[in-house]
Every structure is written in structure tokens, then in C-alpha cells.
Nanobody, 127 residues
């Protein structure tokens, strides 16, 4: 069973950047599709980005496309989310998620597909 721990959140001014990390343990992480979701107060959980187990590229929600980049280092069992040109509306708790995938190109926008979740890290963007 995989355990996920996020880090890298914090307070940043609008236009700034942050890099989130998600460290995995307890499994062969290279066999997992990984993603980032976020949830702001009073709002539903939102898909941010996903990356296939084969690192075949990232898939992004419309609100972050062109600003965020997801990547992974399977040797370090870590997934990253580089967030650039941050906006106040990016303020949320960001959570890492993963599921064991049979297919190298598998990914999903649906939170229900992800079996493993981290505890989340707060990102606050001031205007």
C-alpha cells in the first residue's frame, strides 16, 4: 500500500511560483498513475494535473493549463507540481493522489479513480 506525503505549500504573492512535492513510500511508485487535485473552501474538489506511470506527459485542468507543470522522478518515488504565475484563485489545499495502473498511458481526471491520497498542503496566493 502506497503512502503519499505532500510538501512545498505556503504563502506566495500573485505572479509568483511554488513547487509542490509528493513523496511516495510503500510501493513501486513507477507502477502508479499520479495526480494533483485541489479544494478551496466552499468549493468542490478540482482536478489539477495528472501524469502517467510512464511519464508520457502531463494532463491539465483548464484553469492551470500553461501555468502548471507536473513531473515525476520514479527513482526518487516523487511527483512534483511546478506552479507558475500563481493567481489568488489558485488558493486551495492541494492533494496528491495515485492509483496502480495496468496500462503505461493510463490517467484520469476523476478523483474516484485514485485509491491513495496524501493529507494535503495549503497554498495561499495573496493579491
Amino acid at each position: 500500500q502506497v503512502q503519499l506525503v505532500e510538501s512545498g505549500g505556503g504563502l506566495v504573492q500573485a505572479g509568483g511560483s511554488l513547487r509542490l512535492s509528493c513523496a511516495a513510500s510503500g510501493g513501486t511508485f513507477s507502477g502508479y498513475t499520479a495526480a494533483w487535485f485541489r479544494q478551496a473552501p466552499g468549493k468542490e474538489r478540482e482536478f489539477v494535473a495528472a501524469i502517467t506511470r510512464g511519464d508520457g506527459g502531463g494532463y491539465y485542468g483548464d484553469s492551470v493549463k500553461g501555468r502548471f507543470i507536473i513531473s515525476r522522478d520514479n527513482a526518487k518515488n516523487t511527483v512534483y507540481l511546478q506552479m507558475n504565475n500563481l493567481k489568488p484563485e489558485d488558493t486551495a489545499v492541494y492533494s496528491c493522489a495515485a492509483y496502480e495502473s495496468r496500462f503505461i498511458a493510463s490517467y484520469s481526471y476523476n478523483a474516484g479513480e485514485y485509491r491513495y491520497w496524501g493529507q494535503g498542503t495549503q497554498v495561499t496566493v495573496s493579491s
